[in-house]
């Protein structure tokens, strides 16, 4: 553990190029880096679109359109001790409904 020689604060001794927290006592030797240095060039982070639907298709008849298949998926969104509710979305329409067992 280190101590600011002009007023006694606790330095920070595992971070490098820290200042006193109280008097701004930087210890000679170490070089002090601002955090308002400016990046020049912006990072390039490549966007990935949503391919698709990744839950399982079963047989269920959509009360909307009357499509055949369904996408499905179970939550627990009552009390642990509660049946898990099941989730269908149609694969054309989209409409989506819950089933409560």
């Known amino acids: 553990m280190e101590f600011c020689p ?3 604060a606790v ?5 490098k190029n820290s200042a006193c927290p109280r008097c701004g006592y930087v210890k000679k030797g170490v070089v002090s880096l601002s955090t308002s240095e400016k990046i020049e060039k912006p ?3 490549p ?3 949503e ?3 990744t839950n399982p298709v079963v047989k ?4 909307e359109c009357g499509h055949g298949k369904c996408y499905t998926w179970v939550m627990q969104t009552r009390a642990s001790d509660e049946p898990p509710t099941t989730f269908f979305k149609c ?9 409560y067992r």
């Open 6 to 8: 002009k007023c006694g």
């Open 11 to 15: 330095l920070m001794a595992k971070v």
């Open 43 to 45: 990072m390039d982070i």
């Open 47 to 49: 966007i990935i679109k």
């Open 51 to 53: 391919s698709g639907n």
């Open 60 to 63: 269920e008849t959509c009360p």
């Open 91 to 99: 694969v054309k329409c989209g409409h989506t409904r819950r089933e």
